[in-house]
């Protein structure tokens, strides 16, 4: 199914070809004059023998040698400049592709449940090291291959007849290594991807690992396929290295070939001593970009593949979204006949639920498992498109608000909370510079101030893989005070309570109160029943349809014993 373009790809997809084209047009008019500017050593040479050693004249000898040595500076400034140009452009590409495609690849990973940051990273890393790098020059350089072979013909015809058999050979030789290498490279590539892959998947669950005895069993897996992959590379390798060994020394015999061509012509008084020298300088600049033409040529073939996934991320996968901020509302929230099916499937998981709520009110949400309630919430803060129906927030659609101004609307503390890498206080203030006093503000209606008390360094304490680890508990309350930041109004809470104790519970059912004093929308998924108390209307969602919604003690009341819903009603009807 075709998704939504980003708001901006086609004008992105634009200024990244703009940006790349005109690079490259720069880098070219640069190419002619540097390509020109290789003579200068041929040529001197050819002046040397031909003028100087002839005429014996020193005055001629400075007089070149200066000639020589402006023309090499000149050479030396303009190839600096032409690596500068890839790599302002490098940086260019990336600056302008950064974000949209960032934005793009989060956007596909909440759709397909699998992350595509990594590759969509990947893939602007690839495009940035192909512009820097040596491959992007490979055409500038080759087009100018022909020229330099006109010259060995212009000089003699059997310096042209030799560069052109040599150059045919190189090309050879480089198509027969790559058809040789480049499969079974490809297989010990991914044969080396799966293994890093794999064990790097299974140590992430180190702890069941060790308590289970399993690290022998795991280690003998991943050598017998480290072994096979191993095997793959070495035969590689030893291939590439005989193919590249041969190689060198046909460039070798090439040398010869063009030098004793020129010593017959000499000896034969058709060419000058000097044009046998530069010939073959000549003829080694001629031949250098066939030897890179064929990786080259792979290089470029790879940077193209990471643009056409950068260009498909951004043109059916990003989110179409608005890109003007809309101002806070006071936050009537509606849902209209929401429906969502998993792009691809034909069974919905909710099946048209509509309800609304309005600015104060706390809606408790519960249900069997997989009744659809974590799919709901993601409905609800607009990261899921809705496949029919709408979520709506004082009349503005919530999946197609603009997510900076979205953000300060919303808080969302989902069922598994993931803090990143940052202090405690940087986590709270959603990783925007904190303003000190929001992010005590929250704090403290999270209930977790003294909580962060306690830490080493208090709201400066770092989390992350390096930093402090938080119980689950601790997590989840951290998350909390993330949530109700900057006072959001609409705050939607996927099983809130699920890692607290008693205090937690008390400090959570604090916050929720204060909230809807404040006038938000909470909404409350969870399966201990002990927190429903808080709520002042109950849902009940079983296989992706609402059965019950209304006040919590009616609904509480209005189940029967013998209705397959959660234990949590029945728990609550003896509180109601
Ligand atoms: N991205 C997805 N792809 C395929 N199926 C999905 C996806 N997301 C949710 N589902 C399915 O939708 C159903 C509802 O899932 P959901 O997580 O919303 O249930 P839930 O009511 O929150 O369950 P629990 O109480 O166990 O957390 C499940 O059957 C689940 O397998």
């Known amino acids: 199914m075709k998704r939504p373009a980003h708001p901006r790809a086609a004008e992105i997809i634009h200024e990244g070809r703009k940006a790349f084209v005109s690079g490259l047009v720069y880098a070219g008019i640069l ?18 023998h031909d003028r100087v050693v002839n005429s014996q004249s020193t005055d001629t000898l400075v007089m070149l040698i200066i000639v020589a040595v402006v023309g090499l500076g000149i050479y030396c400034i303009l190839d600096y400049v032409r690596a500068l140009t ?33 590759q969509a990273i990947r893939d602007l890393n690839d495009i940035r090291a192909f512009v820097t790098g040596n491959a992007i020059s490979v055409p500038l350089e080759a087009i100018w291959s022909p020229i330099f072979l006109a010259v060995l013909f212009a000089l003699h015809w059997l310096y042209g007849l030799v560069a052109l058999i040599s150059a045919a050979i190189i090309l050879s030789l480089s198509l027969f290594s790559d058809f040789l290498t480049r499969r079974a490279m490809k297989r010990a590539n991914e044969s080396s991807m799966q293994n890093i892959g794999e064990i790097s998947g299974s140590l992430r669950h180190s702890e069941a690992i060790e308590a289970m005895g399993m690290l022998p069993a795991l280690a003998g897996r991943w050598r017998r396929s480290q072994l096979h992959t191993q095997d793959l590379l070495d035969a590689t390798t030893r291939r590439g290295r ?48 066939f030897d890179s033409m064929v990786d080259g040529w792979r290089q470029w073939v790879l940077a193209m593949t990471a643009w056409s996934n950068v260009q498909d991320l951004l043109e059916n996968q990003a989110p179409q979204r608005e890109t003007k901020p809309t101002p806070p509302t ?11 099916a998993v792009p691809g499937s034909d069974v ?3 099946k048209g639920l509509s309800f609304s709520l309005s600015p104060g009110e706390v809606l408790g949400v519960i249900g069997p498992s997989a009744a659809g309630k974590s799919t709901l919430a993601r409905l609800l803060i607009g990261v899921t498109k809705p496949t029919t129906g709408g979520v709506y927030l004082d009349g503005n659609n919530v999946y197609l608000w603009e997510r900076g101004s979205f953000g300060d609307m919303v808080g969302y503390l989902p069922q598994s909370v993931s803090l990143l890498d940052g202090t ?14 929001l992010v005590l503000e929250a704090a403290r209606l999270a209930d977790v101030h003294d909580m962060i008390g306690r830490l080493p360094l208090g709201y400066d304490t770092r989390l992350g893989d390096s930093g402090y680890v938080l119980s689950g508990g601790q997590r989840q309350r951290i998350g909390l005070a993330r949530a109700v930041y900057g006072r959001p109004r609409l705050v939607v809470l996927d099983e809130p309570n699920a890692n607290l104790d008693a205090d937690g519970e008390r400090a959570l059912i604090r916050a ?14 969870a399966h201990r029943p002990s927190i429903m108390q808080i709520a002042d209307k109950l849902m009940v969602l079983q296989d992706g349809k609402i059965t019950q919604l209304g006040p919590r003690a009616a609904v509480v009341g209005a189940i029967t014993p013998g209705e397959k819903t959660v234990g949590a009603v029945m728990t609550l009807r003896g509180k109601a």
């Open 348 to 350: 919905p998981i909710l």
């Open 242 to 289: 005989a193919l590249a060994s041969f190689t060198r020394t046909c460039r070798y015999m090439m040398q010869i070939a063009v030098l004793s061509t020129g010593a017959i012509l000499v000896i034969q008084q058709e060419v000058s001593a000097g044009s046998m020298v530069a010939s073959s300088i000549i003829m080694g600049r001629m031949l250098l970009p």
């Open 31 to 48: 190419s002619a004059f540097i390509n020109l500017l290789q003579l200068t050593v041929p040529l001197f040479m050819l002046q040397v």
């Open 424 to 437: 405690i206080r940087d986590n709270i203030a959603r990783m925007r510079d904190a303003d000190p006093r």
């Open 512 to 525: 929720i109160e204060a909230l809807r004093a404040d006038g938000a929308i909470v909404i409350l998924i």
């Open 86 to 118: 890839f790599q302002v452009m490098g940086s260019k590409l990336v600056r302008k592709l950064n974000l949209p495609v960032l934005e793009a690849a989060v956007s596909a990973s909440v759709t397909k449940g699998v992350s595509q940051s990594a």
């Open 330 to 340: 006071q936050g009537e929230l509606s849902i209209d006949r929401l429906v969502y």
